[in-house]
């Protein structure tokens, strides 16, 4: 069987800032949120959430409370029948677009016709580790480590330069790519501009949905008042003489979580909705773990190449922000206008939740398509330890 799968619909949590608005959440609860609005704005799935074949969700943790499958528990939680499946992915900050990918391929094949998928983090309520003992009673000192972003509790057999900090990895990317500082911070502050515009212009009133008990009314990281000017002024973060990389040009740590409703084009009688845009390409790629910003390159282009399309036929591109430096490499590598990209912030002002991030950027470009009547777009996205996402869509609206 050979059919096609489709987006049709797409939500979010507002983002919040680490130890901010959502910090008194749990992720399960932020997770049962968004499920319980997918159902809720599709009344045909109210009325028979059997419809659903399955729940995919994508975390990068996995520590806290969003242990034991996040997505089975975000089901149980919203109200929905034990008799739907769930599983849970981690490709760390590619997890939700890896669960969008994995549904796509499912519907494609006929193994199901309608999946909820998302993601969800709480980087604030991420707790500390201790590492189990060999021995009982050890005389020595035993450290934490938060599993808030990064490496932990490291393999020694890892090659050092691997495990480097995010952080640093950029600032070797930068390097690489002759990325100046003044790049990234008109960058970061034009993420900050659009996201504020967007806002203010009701672009994310119809993929926001409110957390109960929370007064969050839209992303918390959001600093209108931000200029290249200002940025200039922060002091770098992982190097002190040579570094570029600041808390200004990179994404912040949030909390948040994202949800789509990805199905074939015969379920939407059952759904009693059209569809907003066709995945018409997938890419994966990976390389070397220093330089993870870069490997959203290949992913769009193997996208690309499977969706039949080239840049050139591109109209809105959603690339996930976790460092402008890293994100600047990426868009001079595809030699695109950098006007098409991120038209309505990105996550360096929106934050950048790990699991819910891909789930944002895939819902984000489908709005966009449709908002300015474009028929293709890609959502791409790098992950840690040096790997790379990337979804074409197609716009099914056009025209309409």
Not at 339 to 358: E, W
Request: proline content about 5%; hydrophobic content about 40%.
């Amino acid at each position: 069987m050979n059919q096609s799968a489709f987006v049709y619909d797409g939500v979010r949590t507002p983002f919040g800032r680490f130890g901010g608005a959502l910090a008194g959440v749990r992720p399960d609860d932020l997770a049962a949120t968004v499920v319980r609005s997918i159902v809720e704005r599709t009344p045909a799935l109210g009325a028979d959430p059997s419809v659903i074949d399955e729940v995919i969700f994508g975390n990068a943790n996995g520590a806290g409370e969003e242990n034991r499958n996040v997505a089975r528990m975000a089901t149980l939680l919203a109200g929905l029948p034990t008799s739907l499946p769930g599983t849970t992915v981690n490709r760390l900050c590619g997890s939700s677009l890896d669960a969008a990918m994995i549904a796509s391929r499912q519907i494609e094949t006929g193994d199901a016709e309608v999946i909820l998928v998302g993601g969800v983090e709480s980087m604030t309520r991420a707790p500390w580790v201790l590492p189990k003992t060999e021995k009982p009673y050890p005389a020595g000192n035993l450290q934490l480590s938060s599993t808030t972003l990064g490496w932990r509790l490291v393999n020694p057999a890892m090659p050092a330069e691997w495990t480097v900090s995010l952080g640093e990895a950029t600032e070797l990317l930068r390097e690489k790519y002759d990325i100046s500082r003044e790049r990234q911070d008109e960058f970061a502050a034009r993420s900050h501009q659009l996201a504020d515009a967007a806002w203010r212009d009701g672009f994310y009133d119809d993929l926001v949905v409110a957390v109960d008990g929370v007064e969050l009314a839209r992303d918390e990281s959001i600093r209108p008042e931000t200029t290249p000017q200002t940025l200039a002024r922060l002091r770098t973060s992982f190097r002190k003489t040579d570094g570029t990389v600041t808390a200004g040009n990179a994404s912040p740590l949030n909390d948040g979580a994202s949800a789509l409703l990805v199905a074939s084009e015969a379920a939407g009688e059952r759904l009693g909705r059209a569809p907003l845009a066709r995945i018409a390409g997938r890419g994966a790629a990976a390389g070397d773990p220093r330089y993870f910003g870069y490997a959203p390159v290949e992913a769009a282009e193997r996208a690309l190449r499977q969706a039949g399309i080239s840049w050139s036929d591109v109209g809105a591109v959603e690339l996930n922000e976790a460092f402008a430096a890293q994100s600047l490499a990426c868009l001079d590598a595809w030699q695109i206008d950098p006007q098409i990209v991120n038209a309505h912030g990105g996550a360096i002002a929106i934050g950048h939740p790990l699991g819910a991030s891909g789930g944002r950027i895939l819902a984000t470009l489908a709005k966009q398509l449709r908002h300015s009547g474009q028929r293709w777009g890609v959502a791409a996205i790098c992950i840690g330890v040096g790997q790379g996402l990337a979804v074409v869509l197609e716009n099914t609206t056009q025209g309409a």
